[in-house]
């Protein structure tokens, strides 16, 4: 029954920023630390960050630090994907993901739910 909703995606040109949004339903959110991970075209589906139950611990992809925030606000049951300096690798489908556990992890095996996908599309 929990159910995540993804929203934010779009096109953007290099350079630019985006700010994708997730809301849970169907469980106490702070009870579930979150991830966002991305595919791109013929790619498999990667890790991008996750953030831990009560948002004191975050964790980042290499090539995303410094350019991608995770965050989240527990009382709107919603974590955010700040995106900026985007680049044309950035093109990709982003997923938030939910596991059972407040702790954070980097593997997609380590999460038990997922929301469908959001496409964000960086122009050169």
């Known amino acids: 029954q929990v159910q995540l909703v993804e929203s934010g995606g779009g096109l953007v040109q290099t350079g630019g920023s985006l700010r994708l949004s997730c809301v849970l339903s169907g469980g106490t959110f702070s009870n579930y630390a979150m991830a966002w991970f991305r595919q791109a075209p013929g790619e498999q589906r990667e890790f991008v960050t996750t953030?831990?139950?009560?948002?004191?611990?975050?964790s980042y992809a290499d090539s995303m630090k410094g350019r991608f925030t995770i965050s989240r606000d527990n009382g709107r049951s919603t974590v955010y994907l700040q995106m900026s300096s985007l680049e044309p690798d950035d093109t990709a489908v982003y997923y938030c993901a939910a596991r059972d556990g407040r702790n954070y992890r980097t593997r997609k095996s380590d999460y038990n739910y997922w929301g469908q996908g959001t496409q964000v599309t960086v122009s050169s």
């Open positions: 953030i831990s139950g009560g948002g004191s611990f975050t």
